[in-house]
């Protein structure tokens, strides 16, 4: 099991940038497939990005030149950078963590990950 916080939401402007953190604890070296996700109201959860073994990632087309994942291994913290914000991407952010074995490491499918964060909000204004 594998524990994960997230932090660093917040309200900004469009045009803005954010960095999130998820900080994790347990059993992480069984877990290479890590990723973020959102949902916004009235919507389904959607994923944004995933990177598994700090090498593939993975990103939804609406984000992609946008947002940036990364991880620092020393620390164990997952961080999500943000830059060039959208209204559109106000939602709430999660950190999740998949099975061990997870190779496809699919963002799509976010009923595969096992393990997740409590969620960070994210505003963005116009």
């Known amino acids: 099991q594998v524990q994960l916080v997230e932090s660093g939401g917040g309200s900004v402007q469009a045009g803005g940038s954010l960095r999130l953190s998820c900080a994790a604890s347990g059993a992480t070296d069984s877990r290479p497939c890590m990723g973020w996700f959102r949902q916004a109201p009235g919507k389904e959860r959607e994923g944004v990005v995933t990177?598994?073994?700090?090498?593939?990632?993975r990103y939804t087309d609406s984000v992609r030149g946008r947002f940036t994942i990364s991880k620092d291994n020393a620390k164990n913290i997952l961080y999500l950078q943000m830059s060039s914000l959208k209204p559109e991407d106000t939602a709430m952010y999660y950190c999740?963590?998949?099975?061990?074995?997870?190779?496809?490491?699919?963002?799509?499918?976010?009923?595969?990950?096992?393990?997740w964060g409590q969620g960070t909000q994210v505003t963005v204004s116009s």
């Open positions: 990177i598994y073994s700090d090498a593939l990632t």
């Open positions: 999740a963590a998949g099975p061990p074995g997870y190779y496809s490491c699919d963002a799509s499918r976010p009923g595969n990950f096992m393990d």
